[in-house]
């Protein structure tokens, strides 16, 4: 009973704090999602790179992707993206082969470890790509993942 109420204590006052910033316009939601949607409505690897991470000069090297071979079910692949470099600002993961190749965008706050995992839903075999900005530079990593039943209505 006690737990409950300190569950209840921290949620009320995490919104209160999240209701206060958006009423001061510390947090306005509809400026980054709009920025957001844009890389997400790319039709190209380099478009949606270039929209999300500034560029689409990227060479590859120091990140590690690590997805399946083989996906019997498409409609939810894991992925994860890992660095040891420092000092990675963002992390982009995109499926090639899709319509709107960009899956998932982060942004990592300074002294963050680039270890990312996630599921993504995919309609066909296609290359997956991972890019980290670093100092401006961007760095890739890629892998095939093969679909036998895709996600998006295969």
Do not use: W
């Not at 120091?62 to 993206?81: K, Q």
């Not at 660095?83 to 899956?103: K, Q, R, Y």
């Amino acid at each position: 009973m006690n737990c409950k109420r300190r569950v209840f204590l921290k949620g009320t006052l995490a919104a209160g704090t999240v209701g206060v910033a958006v009423g001061a316009g510390l947090l306005t939601p509809s400026t980054v999602l709009a920025s957001a949607r844009d890389a997400f409505q790319a039709e190209s690897v380099s478009d949606a790179l270039r929209v999300a991470m500034g560029s689409a000069n990227h060479s590859s090297g120091n990140l590690v992707v690590r997805a399946p071979e083989l996906a019997e079910n498409g409609a939810v692949v894991p992925i994860s993206v890992e660095s040891d470099l420092a000092g990675v600002s963002d992390v982009a993961i995109l499926a090639a082969a899709a319509n709107h190749p960009l899956t998932s965008s982060y942004k990592l706050s300074p002294g963050t470890k680039a270890n990312i995992s996630t599921r993504i839903k995919m309609g066909q075999t296609s290359e997956i790509v991972a890019v980290a900005k670093v100092d401006g530079q961007l760095y890739s990593a890629s892998q095939e993942v093969r679909v036998t039943v895709g996600g998006c209505g295969g």
